[in-house]
């Protein structure tokens, strides 16, 4: 049987829509079952219709990424120049300044190439997924496997992954803005809708694409791929992303002004040499080419998006998945870290460790999620007479439950579902339960999702002529809804006090805290009502699940505390879990907790001196995330916050950083975040602050390593023409200068790794200017020094008698020494360069070095370039010893320079 793109499969008589028949009759239609396809089937017909996915748009073809390379205004006014000086006969000037435009655009196409590469397989590395039933049991799969048939498990949160005919909705409703444009999410129910509804009104059914809001269901998967709905309507979504951040939009408006302001300059000097001077109008005119082609800086935009792209491919290598560039930038800003507790500083490898029933406290032994192991109390079995209360509390852990647990053969007991939920599964089994067969003898009827607000979930269940109900939820909330507690001897009165006091010393000692309760409800009730629920339930016990803390993330709290960013734990459990985690990680401030409810009596100036000066928030909800994020950024912090659920989607879109869960997250997390961390690790969010600090640092070291090698050229060719002195370097020589380095040694700093102290320096100003005090001071500080480094040079070769072309030769190769000396100090802004780490450069470093040095000895010695260039050979001792000697009397300058400004700031 095959399933096309209608309603309807091929051949079938029946032309009905799919929304307009009953969801038994969809399910015949397809071959499919109420557990859901076998394996076998399922490959088959993933095999027969092919992936689940939209057709990606083609991305730009290697022929326009190369045209974009000359998309730039600081190239336009190099070919202008080009154009204009092969009209004045002046041809190998014009070849030359092609070939440096020429070069650079290649150097550019390859690596903006390698660029896009990675960010597409980084791209594929947020496969969204889906719950589906296989065989009766509930796995997670890529979204692209989902094939015709199958059943999909929808919760709140999740985006719905193929065209769906609901089968089964509770409370379901569904955002279709991406398809009908009604921002306003739609209740889904069963029953089949008109066969000429449009969209909007197609209430059994869930398309592809859209945000389930509230509620659960399930789905019988009746389109995929292009065929959905989406589908139809998009046909194309998959263009590669453009590498434009605002700081590249910042950099390129730089761009346009340095290239009006060398225009004006160069105009300026045409006028000066011309009238002032004595220059003909032919030599004055190259003289400014010299100055246009020296001050250009044409590789840096390419050299900018290069740095920025090998930052995501860094973090990516580190589970951090970059949604959205500007987020590299913006982590290098952050001041504080807002974090959930479980699974993120903690191993999120939950384990019921304590039991309480109404006969006291029970211990619970077995490693992970396996079902084996053991319930004791003082090292023995249960006797008779409470053996009936733990196997009541058993059988209510695995019904009350979402999750699944399978045997992987690599990698041991895996849970599909919440960790929590797979802990109780595992409970379950420990205390002699199956979990399947208990769920087989007892099927379930109907449900209550959890919920935040209502903080707990109900099943109803049925067999061997009774009905009741199973609740699972937080201590306070359950002990409001029971009058009765299960005892040996049957149903007695609660004893509230108690139970609290139990509750709290479970949570004290750092556990997540988990009550199940019950109620005998009439045979044959068939759903759920919510009052059903609210009271005269009967409590079966308390449970105490841990989850210690990463050993990484305890070491990455510490790291961040070290770099003067502030990190904030932000959780929904009970109070004295969120402290004794918050000790054990070694949070400032761990004894004082924040509790939801204080929040909520806070004013918005009051909030924000307590969200300033307070690190533990427990019992909090997603609108206590928001408010608190909002306090963070009143106060002025740059403020990363991680987020897993729907509710999360405001507070991750405020924040500076939005950081999403890989794994436990939603999609609807995911999307609105800036950031996805694979491995749901905190660790992951400081190693990733690094990078991105590492990132910033490095385009600050392109931009203060380009402008003022640039302007030392410029400037010694303007020096020259006010002076009115011979030329120290024609033109084309600079155009050299400028292929060569830029190329190689500008490159290189895009691959720097990350300095020893980047994590004990303070965050950066968010509002800190691409061009700092810094910056323009080493601009105009080096520049002058290039200048008189080459005037230097130029006048030693004369005084010994050289011909100004062995002079110019000099010269060239003096400049381009002094651009690899300040290359190792430019290196480490803030520390010194004479260590041996500075000293041995990295791989890219001794590939550029190396590259450079094999080209200047071509260019000074090689016959053919000596004669397109007008260069002689120099004397290795007596003019390279000088020049090698220049190099390093820079370095030492720079290095005193360095050393000058780190007394001032410990001052």
């Not at 060239?812 to 360069?833: D, G």
């Not at 990295?842 to 370039?865: D, E, K, N, S």
Request: contains cysteine; proline residues 5%; hydrophobic residues 50%.
């Amino acid at each position: 049987m095959s399933i096309t793109a209608g309603n309807k499969p091929p051949g079938s008589a029946d032309d009905t829509p799919w929304h307009a028949i009953p969801a038994e009759a969809a399910l015949a239609r397809l071959n499919s079952r109420p557990e859901g396809l076998g394996a076998a089937e399922a490959a088959q017909r993933l095999a027969e219709h092919g992936p689940n996915r939209l057709p990606a748009g083609a991305p730009r073809s290697a022929l326009r990424r190369f045209l974009a390379q000359f998309s730039n205004l600081l190239i336009h006014v190099l070919l202008a120049a080009a154009a204009v000086t092969a009209l004045l006969g002046h041809a190998l000037d014009a070849v030359v300044i092609l070939g440096v435009v020429l070069v650079n655009a290649v150097v550019g196409f390859v690596q903006e190439g390698r660029a896009e590469q990675a960010l597409e397989a980084i791209r594929g590395m947020l496969t969204p997924h889906a719950s589906v039933l296989r065989d009766g049991r509930r796995l997670t799969i890529d979204a692209a496997e989902v094939v015709p048939g199958d059943l999909v498990l929808l919760e709140a949160g999740d985006r719905v992954p193929a065209d769906l005919r609901l089968i089964r909705a509770r409370g379901l409703r569904i955002e279709e803005a991406a398809l009908t444009g009604e921002s306003v999410p739609v209740e889904k129910s069963l029953e089949p809708a008109a066969a000429g509804a449009p969209v909007g009104d197609r209430g059994s059914m869930a398309f592809s694409g859209t945000l389930v809001t509230a509620g659960s269901g399930t789905g019988l998967v009746v389109r995929t791929g292009a065929a959905t709905e989406l589908g139809r309507i998009s046909g194309m979504i998959g263009d590669v992303e453009q590498l434009a951040t605002p700081l590249l939009r910042q950099m390129d408006a730089f761009a346009r002004r340095l290239t009006f302001v060398i225009l004006g300059l160069s105009g300026l000097v045409f006028a000066i040499a011309l009238l002032l001077r004595g220059y003909g109008a032919e030599d004055a005119f190259m003289a400014v080419v010299g100055i246009a082609v020296a001050a250009i800086p044409e590789g840096l935009p390419a050299v900018l998006t290069i740095a920025l792209a090998m930052g995501v491919r860094r973090m990516a290598a580190r589970n951090a998945i970059i949604r959205r560039l500007p987020a590299v930038e913006t982590l290098g800003a952050v001041s504080v870290i807002c974090s959930d507790k479980t699974g993120t500083l903690t191993r999120n490898e939950m384990a019921v460790a304590a039991v309480e029933i109404a006969a006291g406290r029970f211990g619970v032994s077995g490693e992970g999620y396996a079902p084996q192991g053991a319930v004791t109390r003082d090292g023995e079995a249960p006797d008779s007479e409470t053996a009936p209360v733990l196997a009541m509390l058993a059988r209510a852990a695995a019904l009350c439950n979402d999750a699944a647990l399978r045997d992987d053969a690599e990698a041991g007991w895996l849970v599909d579902g919440d960790p929590m939920e797979g802990a109780l599964l595992a409970f379950a089994g420990r205390s002699g339960e199956s979990p399947e067969a208990v769920r087989i003898r007892l099927p379930r009827r109907d449900e209550i999702p959890f919920d935040a607000r209502h903080r707990f979930m109900a099943t109803l269940h049925g067999g061997h002529g009774h009905a009741f109900v199973c609740v699972k939820g937080a201590p306070e909330r359950l002990l409001e809804m029971c009058d009765r507690q299960q005892g040996a001897a049957g149903t007695e009165p609660l004893a509230h006090a108690a139970w609290q006091a139990r509750a709290e010393a479970l949570a004290a000692g750092g556990m997540r805290v988990i009550a199940l309760a019950t109620r005998e409800l009439p045979h044959g009730m068939a759903e759920l009502p919510p009052d059903a629920v609210e009271h005269d339930l009967v409590l079966l016990g308390v449970l105490g699940l841990i989850d210690p803390p990463r050993e990484e993330a305890v070491a990455a709290v510490a790291d961040c505390q070290a770099a003067g960013i502030r990190v904030k734990m932000i959780t929904g459990d009970h109070a004295a879990t969120a402290g004794a985690i918050a000790h054990q990680v070694g949070l400032r401030g761990a004894a004082a907790v924040v509790t939801g409810a204080e929040l909520d009596a806070l004013d918005d100036a009051a909030l924000r001196v307590r969200a300033r000066d307070s690190d533990v928030f427990a019992r909090t909800s997603p609108e206590h995330k928001l408010r608190l994020v909002e306090a963070l950024q009143a106060e002025g912090a740059v403020v990363a916050m991680t987020g897993d659920g729907v509710n999360d989607a405001p507070a991750l879109k405020r924040a500076d950083v939005g950081v999403a869960m890989g794994r436990k997250g939603t999609e609807a997390a995911k999307e609105a975040a800036e950031m996805v961390l694979a491995d749901d690790n905190f660790a992951t969010i400081a190693a990733a602050v690094r990078e991105g600090r590492n990132v910033y640092d490095n385009v600050q070291k392109v931009i203060a390593w380009t402008l003022p090698t640039n302007g030392g050229e410029a400037l010694t060719i303007i020096a020259a023409i006010l002076l009115g002195l011979t030329l120290p370097m024609t033109p084309v020589q600079i155009l050299w200068i400028n292929m060569v380095t830029a190329t190689t040694l500008g490159l290189v700093l895009a691959f720097e790794p990350a300095e020893a102290d980047i994590m004990r320096r303070p965050p950066r100003p968010p509002r800190e200017p691409l061009l700092s005090g810094f910056v323009v001071w080493r601009v105009a500080f080096v520049s002058v020094l290039f200048t008189l480094g080459a005037f230097g040079i130029f006048a030693w070769s004369e005084w010994r008698g050289l011909p100004v072309e062995a002079a110019r030769t000099a010269v060239v190769n003096a400049l381009v020494v002094m651009e690899i000396a300040y290359l190792f100090s430019v290196r480490f802004q803030a520390s010194t360069s004479f260590t041996w780490r500075g000293a041995l450069g990295t791989r890219a470093v001794l590939i550029g070095v190396g590259a450079v040095v094999a080209l200047q000895l071509a260019f000074t010695y090689a016959p053919p370039l000596q004669r397109l260039f007008a260069t002689r050979p120099l004397d290795p001792v007596a003019d390279g010893l000088p020049i090698l000697a220049l190099g390093l009397l820079l370095m030492l300058i720079l290095e005193a320079e360095k050393a000058i400004r780190r007394r001032g700031f410990s001052r």
